[in-house]
């Protein structure tokens, strides 16, 4: 494992617990050792075994020592490409957290480094395998609305996921590419999964609107604390208090002191770089057209899509929380702790209409765990193997730059105001 934050958590227990017949962990790498720490004790509590630990610069050394033949990298966005084309050259396969990277050098980077080395990049697109993204796959698949010729995606993080970006690394573009690289390639690759296509050209626009300290002092918000950490941050529903929060208060609050790293910054404070709203348009190769919206501080979440065709329309909603109320919550699993609202309730519709006929609701399978069921499911891939999976839901690098090539274009198009082609942004020639 190369980055031991909360994700990280994930993966070891699908190691341990879940696939232990085919995969082995044998170490743990970071930069920091309160958190090592932590999941060495998480390792301990699930009869893990004993396992070395390296820092950040041991990279190689790890991989040599143990003789590891594939390594999980979680860390954050901006070591993506530095990490994974290390990791490659080392002789190692990589298993990596979406986004790929956050801009065309780190493209580069990495295709670079499967070239000279020969091994291979897994992402891990784990709303892939959600059991109603699936089904719209199959009901494209299979026909039912023709041939597509444009889509209509809108998705909202509420105020206490959405919120919680502002409030991290995520904050600064630098470090995620913001929303649209870090958020936004989970649903551009959908689409490029669901259409079955490739983006082609970009055009962005958007802002910060609602967060930040110049939005603040307009709504006339007054002094606020730098983070939540403090005393009398609950009756202020913005601020998170890691002390609340016994995973945050090791992982974070307890290992601050190693690398300075505040998790709980204020969501209305200065230094904020990335955008609250975006709205995209993107052309595909096959001749469809592609309108997104992402909106980062509804007091709902969820997403709706909508697919036309040459013969129906298929329609998408997903309502994965309907209000947030309990304000200390997991914001890393928004669908595992869903409050019903009066009006609009948690749940999924998949509907169907073909031209000159009445809607039908298409059934969607239950799923069990985080991301609608998908985390269950892409583990067992990626330890087991896809196998033959007529959905081709398991991703590969190329998916990887592709998902990340429209966030890419989008901040170009932002900064400049104009379209752009993305075979105009040399991501290594696998876009």
Request: proline fraction near 5%.
């Amino acid at each position: 494992m190369a980055g031991t934050g909360s994700r990280a958590r994930a993966y070891v227990r699908a190691i341990i617990q879940d696939h232990p017949d085919e995969a082995v962990l044998v170490a743990l790498l970071d930069p920091n050792p309160g958190r090592l720490a932590v999941h060495d004790r998480w390792v301990k509590e699930l009869n893990g075994p004993e396992l070395p630990q390296y820092g950040a610069d041991d990279l190689e050394r790890m991989i040599k020592e143990q003789s590891v033949d594939r390594v999980v990298v979680t860390s954050p966005d901006y070591t993506h490409a530095n990490v994974v084309s290390r990791i490659l050259r080392s002789g190692a396969d990589v298993i990596v957290e979406k986004p790929l990277t956050i801009d065309a050098d780190g493209t580069r980077q990495i295709v670079d480094a499967m070239n000279e080395s020969g091994k291979s990049v897994v992402v891990t697109f784990n709303y892939r395998y959600s059991p109603r993204n699936s089904a719209l796959r199959q009901l494209i698949l299979d026909g039912e609305i023709g041939k597509v010729t444009s889509v209509e995606f809108q998705w909202v993080l509420d105020t206490r996921h959405g919120a919680d970006y502002f409030r991290r690394w995520h904050r600064e573009k630098r470090f995620s590419g913001g929303l649209l690289v870090h958020k936004a390639s989970h649903h551009f690759d959908l689409v490029n999964w669901w259409i079955a296509s490739t983006p082609t050209r970009i055009f962005a626009s958007g802002g910060l609107f609602f967060y930040g300290a110049d939005n603040a002092a307009a709504r006339g918000l007054g002094q606020r604390p730098e983070r939540g950490t403090v005393d009398g941050s609950a009756e202020d529903p913005w601020l998170l208090d890691l002390r609340t929060d016994e995973t945050n208060r090791q992982l974070y609050l307890e290992s601050e002191q190693y690398d300075g790293y505040i998790r709980d910054q204020d969501v209305f404070g200065p230094g904020i770089t990335i955008e609250d709203n975006m709205a995209v348009i993107a052309e595909y190769a096959n001749g469809a057209r592609l309108s997104y919206s992402l909106n980062a501080h509804s007091p709902w979440e969820g997403y709706r899509v909508c697919v036309n065709g040459t013969e129906g329309r298929a329609e998408l909603e997903v309502v994965e929380r309907a209000a947030v109320v309990d304000e200390q919550i997991d914001p890393s699993y928004p669908s595992e702790r869903v409050v019903s609202g009066d009006v609009r309730s948690d749940g999924e519709r998949l509907v169907l209409q073909k031209h000159w006929a009445p809607a039908v609701e298409v059934e969607i399978p239950r799923g069990v765990g985080g991301h609608g069921g998908g985390d269950r499911l892409i583990y067992a891939d990626l330890f087991k193997g896809p196998g033959d999976d007529p959905l081709a839901r398991a991703a590969d690098v190329h998916d990887g730059v592709r998902a990340v090539a429209v966030g890419i274009a989008a901040n170009q198009s932002l900064a400049s105001g104009q379209p752009v082609v993305i075979t105009d942004l040399d991501l290594g020639g696998w876009a």
